[in-house]
């Protein structure tokens, strides 16, 4: 028996000690809310060029981040900036991530079909995510307890929500779900609830009441999905999404990175359900190096 | 030459036991070791009595654990209320009342259930018990403590099942025997005289059952909602511990504060599996010598 | 003394509440089987079995989850046999009772109990970290390894156990050593034993995502490993991820529900071929 699995193993790790495979790829991590996107456009640079080899994973901004400053990817997918803490941990490792910027998203806020609300403030996303609002009557709807559904600390969006319209800590019975779809998902069944995800899921979800959001108090309130007035800034929750890439822009990258900023690669943004860069950000990407 | 040779191996398996008690050894060390670092800038007492879990608020970063062991300690309890007597009525089906080719057939199917993988009985919790929990309780979301409780439920039934099912069947036959002959009904023996007999074995049983539910991570990690707050009933959503590694060392660069308290909560989980296991094991052991 | 119509009614409750129980528990297992099978009924073909997927993972098979599954749940074994037999051999067949045999078996008993995440947690620090494996095929096989070993120990000393001491004695009177003894008389006897709770470990290991989590398993990867220390797909993980952090949740329902049912059934066939083994053995050594 001993003699058998002896054999075995070496018999395997002979096949499996190869050359190393994992050389080759173009390993892409991080966030939930890139990922369906950066999946089409690295299926559709794969088709174009046989030879190169892209994988894309998620697990949220911070993991993707985290996998770059650990070295462990060579891009990162961030729906939220590096914060100052994590640039000085990746300096301190050797990591010099660069960014550049790969698409626009309107943060929609989605509320179950049955919800009468039809629009809030940013200020009342704020307070109800606070906890600071706890029923939906306070804001003009029918008496229920609001059932908060959000992300997790992994994710770049749960921290986008902290730091631009929050700006303070989730109350601590917000349901954390695992991802953008986890979140649809949750609210079709819950009358009563309320959640964040990326344009791009909440356009093409269907159970699903998409609310417009106003700037402040008396201002109109512009749905997320209106492009025009996300693009000429009226829609008052919009964010960039980046990509940081590990040391300058060179060779593979470089190569996947200008394929998802030629007319092509926005393209396929658009019909992924998001908006393609502004003239600012394509300035941004050209100061940057692409 | 032979002797040596005799020796020679003999020592090679003393080493191949040792190895095990390095391996224990080696993850408490190891476990420690990453551990600490944590509390260069966490209070002890914060981490021990804290109830917020927020170690990467920009705000109010908090590293206590309170609310999190609450909820694991929800789970597992909720769990036990079902497992425990479904399990041991099972248990005692199988020794007592079933015949022996049902009981032939029967422990077989008990141990299959015993083979499901928890991300089985996790998706499960997401697709199908969640919904049903909703429905029955008239609330709107199934991913809640109730939830982990019947999933748990159902991954600490064989364990249970099977242990004190061997428990039971240990008993001596003299036991049985002597409460039959004094006119006693086979319910009234096995209720006043088998499971006393048993007891410290059924004991051991539920302690491991409780230790599988302690530990068990995918299954909660799906079906429980993952609210980090402090519990405040069954319907609420929870976070235990092991979900809160499982959803956090995935996101944490590493040899940060937050990576090191991660390890200090696995210290935490480490160290009351282990006071569990050793309880099982003082009751098997209590069991053993009362059949002899 | 209770009266005798008495003491049959409450037998009767008694013991119906008992059946109850097991009913209850055979219930649990026809509704998961139930609902695992039928919702994934017209999902597994031969394309889904042997095809990578497709299209962000909306289409196509579960090729690479098979595979990875396979590779490491193959390392696991490499790793935790030999190391299992052997400590299991020194438990049962040289040690005698004292302290250090009663400290091995404790170590035991507590590393069975120890939860998966902390294994995992300990893949990380040792496997990925310290040992700079990375995160690949080797630290999750080594990582699952360790969460099989208690396993494998006690399955092969209750086969060692189940060899009678005379085929021991016997040998060891008629001048042979002790290795000698176990080589010839004891470890034939007790390889059927062996192996079957082996194959069981190895079925619970194939099964488990938390210690593969964050030593190994990826999600999307554009190809099969081919070195140890490559990332790989796993079916536990694979589910993990079809049904909470997917993109497209309902669209890929039925594809996680495929998943279940090869990952429910991988386990259940190796579950049933140690079994089958066992008694084939068993059956071919009585000839």
Same mark, same amino acid.
């Given at each position: 028996?001993?003699?058998?699995?002896?054999?075995?193993?070496?018999?395997?790790?002979?096949?499996?000690?190869?050359?190393?495979?994992?050389?080759?790829?173009?390993?892409?991590?991080?966030?939930?809310?890139?990922?369906?996107?950066?999946?089409?456009?690295?299926?559709?640079?794969?088709?174009?060029?046989?030879?190169?080899?892209?994988?894309?994973?998620?697990?949220?901004?911070?993991?993707?981040?985290?996998?770059?400053?650990?070295?462990?990817?060579?891009?990162?997918?961030?729906?939220?900036?590096?914060?100052?803490?994590?640039?000085?941990?990746?300096?301190?490792?050797?990591?010099?991530?660069?960014?550049?910027?790969?698409?626009?998203?309107?943060?929609?806020?989605?509320?179950?079909?049955?919800?009468?609300?039809?629009?809030?403030?940013?200020?009342?996303?704020?307070?109800?995510?606070?906890?600071?609002?706890?029923?939906?009557?306070?804001?003009?709807?029918?008496?229920?307890?609001?059932?908060?559904?959000?992300?997790?600390?992994?994710?770049?969006?749960?921290?986008?929500?902290?730091?631009?319209?929050?700006?303070?800590?989730?109350?601590?019975?917000?349901?954390?779900?695992?991802?953008?779809?986890?979140?649809?998902?949750?609210?079709?069944?819950?009358?009563?609830?309320?959640?964040?995800?990326?344009?791009?899921?909440?356009?093409?979800?269907?159970?699903?009441?998409?609310?417009?959001?106003?700037?402040?108090?008396?201002?109109?309130?512009?749905?997320?999905?209106?492009?025009?007035?996300?693009?000429?800034?009226?829609?008052?929750?919009?964010?960039?999404?980046?990509?940081?890439?590990?040391?300058?822009?060179?060779?593979?990258?470089?190569?996947?990175?200008?394929?998802?900023?030629?007319?092509?690669?926005?393209?396929?943004?658009?019909?992924?359900?998001?908006?393609?860069?502004?003239?600012?950000?394509?300035?941004?990407?050209?100061?940057?190096?692409? | 030459?032979?002797?040596?040779?005799?020796?020679?191996?003999?020592?090679?398996?003393?080493?191949?036991?040792?190895?095990?008690?390095?391996?224990?050894?080696?993850?408490?060390?190891?476990?420690?070791?990453?551990?600490?670092?944590?509390?260069?800038?966490?209070?002890?007492?914060?981490?021990?009595?804290?109830?917020?879990?927020?170690?990467?608020?920009?705000?109010?970063?908090?590293?206590?654990?309170?609310?999190?062991?609450?909820?694991?300690?929800?789970?597992?309890?909720?769990?036990?209320?079902?497992?425990?007597?479904?399990?041991?009525?099972?248990?005692?089906?199988?020794?007592?009342?079933?015949?022996?080719?049902?009981?032939?057939?029967?422990?077989?199917?008990?141990?299959?259930?015993?083979?499901?993988?928890?991300?089985?009985?996790?998706?499960?919790?997401?697709?199908?018990?969640?919904?049903?929990?909703?429905?029955?309780?008239?609330?709107?979301?199934?991913?809640?403590?109730?939830?982990?409780?019947?999933?748990?439920?159902?991954?600490?039934?064989?364990?249970?099942?099977?242990?004190?099912?061997?428990?039971?069947?240990?008993?001596?036959?003299?036991?049985?025997?002597?409460?039959?002959?004094?006119?006693?009904?086979?319910?009234?023996?096995?209720?006043?005289?088998?499971?006393?007999?048993?007891?410290?074995?059924?004991?051991?049983?539920?302690?491991?059952?409780?230790?599988?539910?302690?530990?068990?991570?995918?299954?909660?990690?799906?079906?429980?909602?993952?609210?980090?707050?402090?519990?405040?009933?069954?319907?609420?959503?929870?976070?235990?511990?092991?979900?809160?590694?499982?959803?956090?060392?995935?996101?944490?660069?590493?040899?940060?504060?937050?990576?090191?308290?991660?390890?200090?909560?696995?210290?935490?989980?480490?160290?009351?599996?282990?006071?569990?296991?050793?309880?099982?094991?003082?009751?098997?052991?209590?069991?053993?010598?009362?059949?002899? | 003394?209770?009266?005798?119509?008495?003491?049959?009614?409450?037998?009767?409750?008694?013991?119906?509440?008992?059946?109850?129980?097991?009913?209850?528990?055979?219930?649990?297992?026809?509704?998961?089987?139930?609902?695992?099978?039928?919702?994934?009924?017209?999902?597994?073909?031969?394309?889904?079995?042997?095809?990578?997927?497709?299209?962000?993972?909306?289409?196509?098979?579960?090729?690479?989850?098979?595979?990875?599954?396979?590779?490491?749940?193959?390392?696991?074994?490499?790793?935790?046999?030999?190391?299992?037999?052997?400590?299991?051999?020194?438990?049962?067949?040289?040690?005698?009772?004292?302290?250090?045999?009663?400290?091995?078996?404790?170590?035991?008993?507590?590393?069975?109990?120890?939860?998966?995440?902390?294994?995992?947690?300990?893949?990380?620090?040792?496997?990925?970290?310290?040992?700079?494996?990375?995160?690949?095929?080797?630290?999750?096989?080594?990582?699952?390894?360790?969460?099989?070993?208690?396993?494998?120990?006690?399955?092969?000393?209750?086969?060692?156990?189940?060899?009678?001491?005379?085929?021991?004695?016997?040998?060891?009177?008629?001048?042979?050593?002790?290795?000698?003894?176990?080589?010839?008389?004891?470890?034939?006897?007790?390889?059927?034993?062996?192996?079957?709770?082996?194959?069981?470990?190895?079925?619970?290991?194939?099964?488990?995502?938390? *210690?593969?989590?964050?030593?190994?398993?990826?999600?999307?990867?554009?190809?099969? *490993?081919?070195?140890?220390?490559?990332?790989?797909?796993?079916?536990?993980?694979?589910?993990?991820?079809?049904?909470?952090?997917?993109?497209?949740?309902?669209?890929?329902?039925?594809?996680?529900?495929?998943?279940?049912?090869?990952?429910?059934?991988?386990?259940?066939?190796?579950?049933?071929?140690?079994?089958?083994?066992?008694?084939?053995?068993?059956?071919?050594?009585?000839?």
């Amino acid at each position: 028996m001993k003699k058998i699995s002896i054999v075995l193993g070496i018999f395997i790790m002979l096949v499996l000690s190869n050359v190393s495979y994992a050389a080759n790829v173009l390993q892409v991590k991080g966030s939930d809310t890139l990922i369906n996107m950066v999946q089409k456009l690295a299926e559709e640079y794969m088709k174009a060029n046989p030879d190169k080899l892209v994988s894309v994973t998620g697990g949220g901004s911070g993991t993707g981040i985290a996998a770059l400053i650990n070295k462990k990817c060579d891009i990162a997918n961030a729906s939220r900036l590096m914060k100052g803490k994590e640039i000085e941990l990746a300096t301190s490792r050797q990591a010099s991530p660069v960014r550049i910027v790969l698409a626009l998203d309107s943060l929609s806020i989605i509320v179950n079909p049955g919800n009468g609300i039809e629009s809030l403030t940013v200020d009342q996303v704020g307070k109800i995510y606070k906890g600071e609002i706890k029923n939906w009557k306070e804001v003009g709807g029918n008496d229920m307890p609001i059932s908060l559904y959000g992300r997790q600390s992994n994710s770049g969006t749960y921290d986008f929500m902290i730091e631009d319209v929050m700006k303070g800590d989730y109350s601590p019975s917000m349901k954390q779900m695992n991802g953008n779809a986890q979140i649809v998902e949750g609210i079709k069944a819950d009358p009563s609830a309320v959640g964040y995800v990326g344009v791009g899921y909440a356009r093409n979800a269907q159970g699903i009441k998409v609310l417009k959001i106003a700037n402040k108090a008396g201002a109109t309130a512009y749905s997320p999905l209106d492009t025009a007035n996300v693009k000429n800034g009226n829609y008052p929750i919009t964010r960039p999404l980046n990509q940081y890439v590990e040391g300058s822009l060179t060779g593979a990258a470089k190569d996947f990175v200008a394929f998802e900023l030629s007319a092509e690669g926005q393209r396929i943004v658009e019909e992924e359900g998001f908006f393609e860069i502004s003239q600012e950000y394509q300035d941004f990407n050209k100061n940057a190096g692409m | 030459m032979s002797r040596f040779k005799e020796k020679f191996i003999r020592n090679l398996f003393l080493i191949n036991g040792l190895v095990v008690i390095f391996i224990l050894g080696g993850i408490f060390l190891l476990l420690i070791l990453n551990a600490l670092p944590t509390f260069k800038d966490v209070s002890w007492k914060e981490f021990l009595v804290g109830t917020s879990w927020n170690p990467s608020s920009d705000y109010h970063p908090a590293y206590g654990i309170v609310s999190m062991v609450v909820s694991t300690f929800m789970v597992t309890i909720g769990s036990l209320v079902i497992a425990v007597p479904v399990g041991i009525g099972t248990a005692a089906y199988l020794s007592d009342v079933a015949h022996p080719k049902v009981r032939e057939i029967a422990k077989p199917v008990v141990e299959i259930l015993a083979g499901i993988p928890s991300v089985v009985i996790g998706f499960l919790g997401i697709v199908m018990v969640g919904p049903f929990i909703a429905k029955m309780t008239g609330t709107y979301s199934g991913l809640n403590a109730l939830n982990g409780s019947v999933l748990l439920a159902i991954m600490a039934l064989p364990t249970i099942v099977s242990l004190s099912e061997d428990a039971l069947a240990n008993v001596p036959k003299s036991f049985q025997e002597a409460s039959l002959a004094l006119g006693a009904s086979h319910w009234q023996t096995l209720l006043k005289v088998k499971l006393q007999a048993a007891s410290s074995g059924i004991i051991a049983a539920c302690m491991l059952g409780m230790g599988r539910a302690i530990g068990e991570t995918m299954t909660v990690l799906m079906a429980t909602g993952n609210a980090p707050a402090f519990p405040s009933g069954f319907l609420n959503s929870v976070r235990p511990m092991t979900s809160t590694i499982a959803i956090e060392l995935g996101e944490v660069p590493y040899y940060t504060t937050h990576y090191h308290a991660l390890f200090a909560i696995g210290l935490v989980l480490f160290l009351i599996t282990f006071i569990v296991n050793l309880i099982a094991d003082i009751a098997l052991n209590r069991y053993e010598k009362k059949i002899r | 003394m209770k009266r005798k119509s008495v003491k049959f009614f409450e037998q009767f409750l008694g013991f119906g509440f008992l059946r109850l129980c097991m009913l209850l528990i055979i219930l649990i297992l026809v509704i998961i089987f139930y609902d695992i099978v039928s919702k994934s009924w017209g999902v597994i073909t031969w394309e889904f079995l042997t095809q990578p997927p497709r299209n962000g993972m909306t289409e196509g098979g579960i090729l690479p989850a098979i595979v990875g599954t396979i590779f490491v749940t193959i390392i696991t074994a490499i790793f935790s046999i030999p190391l299992g037999m052997g400590c299991a051999i020194y438990l049962n067949e040289y040690a005698k009772k004292s302290h250090l045999t009663r400290l091995i078996r404790i170590s035991i008993r507590n590393l069975s109990g120890v939860p998966s995440i902390v294994y995992g947690l300990f893949g990380v620090a040792l496997f990925v970290e310290a040992l700079h494996f990375g995160t690949c095929l080797l630290s999750a096989g080594l990582t699952l390894g360790l969460m099989t070993l208690p396993w494998t120990i006690t399955a092969s000393e209750e086969a060692l156990k189940g060899v009678p001491l005379s085929y021991r004695e016997g040998s060891l009177a008629l001048g042979a050593t002790q290795w000698q003894s176990i080589k010839t008389n004891v470890l034939p006897y007790a390889i059927p034993g062996m192996l079957t709770g082996t194959i069981l470990g190895l079925a619970r290991a194939a099964g488990e995502t938390a *210690p593969i989590l964050f030593t190994g398993a990826a999600f999307a990867l554009p190809g099969l *490993p081919k070195s140890l220390f490559d990332q790989f797909m796993a079916m536990p993980y694979h589910l993990y991820i079809m049904s909470t952090q997917h993109h497209a949740i309902t669209k890929v329902r039925p594809i996680a529900y495929g998943t279940a049912l090869v990952l429910v059934g991988v386990v259940f066939l190796m579950n049933l071929s140690a079994i089958l083994l066992r008694y084939y053995l068993r059956k071919a050594r009585q000839e």
